[in-house]
């Protein structure tokens, strides 16, 4: 039995503490809102995402491991910056933006991409320690329980791995908070939670032994590196 499960007991994948003001999102609502993002995606989010998906790929291309795991792969706007010696397979609940994902393996000859599967990242098919790297880019804020998505990435990532987000999280305070909380509203409409809070992805532990870094422009994403013990 993998020692993820004590870890995480059950009830636990559950946010002990939600952010502020978090409006409910679930699945179904994931799923609609992207298949109308799927066919803009690239040109609406491609620009604002792409420093912090370049960010977390070099991450991911500096460490030793060759098994990654790409959670929330979208379109496959990440999927070209690998090096040939990383094997991704890649994940998503969209199966819209799987579809585009795997006409840009096709088109621009991924041979390193072994895999585009439609699957619920908090709770995967995949067997215990599957891969040394897990990296999920803009998925925690949109996922509907965020502990639980850490859980299972810490069960299919080997001791000794790592897990990368690369995400949006909801400033503290100031006028940027504010807006980010006024805007929780539309959550089920955008796919994805302005009001997202790290404490709702790391608990208290994680989050002290975790590398955060802040990603252009203007810090609006933030990296964070988790070492799976």
Request: charged content about 25%; glycine content about 8%; proline content about 7%.
């Amino acid at each position: 039995m993998s020692d993820v499960l004590h870890e995480c007991p059950p009830g636990q994948g559950d946010d002990p503490v939600p952010p502020p003001s978090r409006s409910a999102l679930d699945a179904e609502a994931v799923k609609v809102a992207y298949r109308r993002w799927a066919a803009c995606y690239d040109t609406v989010f491609g620009g604002i995402s792409g420093v912090g998906r370049r960010r977390a790929v070099e991450a991911v291309n500096a460490l030793s491991g060759t098994r990654v795991l790409e959670v929330g792969v979208g379109t496959g706007l990440a999927l070209p910056c690998y090096t040939q010696d990383k094997q991704i397979t890649g994940i998503d609940l969209s199966g819209d933006m799987l579809a585009r994902a795997r006409e840009r393996v096709q088109r621009e000859h991924l041979t390193n991409v072994e895999g585009l599967l439609e699957m619920d990242a908090e709770e995967t098919s995949f067997a215990d320690a599957s891969f040394d790297i897990a990296v999920a880019m803009f998925v925690a804020s949109v996922v509907p329980h965020p502990r639980k998505l850490l859980c299972e990435l810490k069960r299919v990532v080997r001791p000794g791995g790592h897990i990368l987000f690369v995400n949006h999280f909801l400033a503290p305070n100031g006028v940027r908070g504010a807006v980010e909380r006024g805007m929780a509203r539309a959550s089920r409409s955008l796919g994805w939670h302005p009001d997202f809070a790290m404490e709702s992805l790391l608990p208290p532990d994680d989050l002290a032994r975790a590398r955060i870094q802040p990603v252009p422009p203007l810090g609006l994403f933030t990296l964070v590196t988790l070492d799976r013990t």
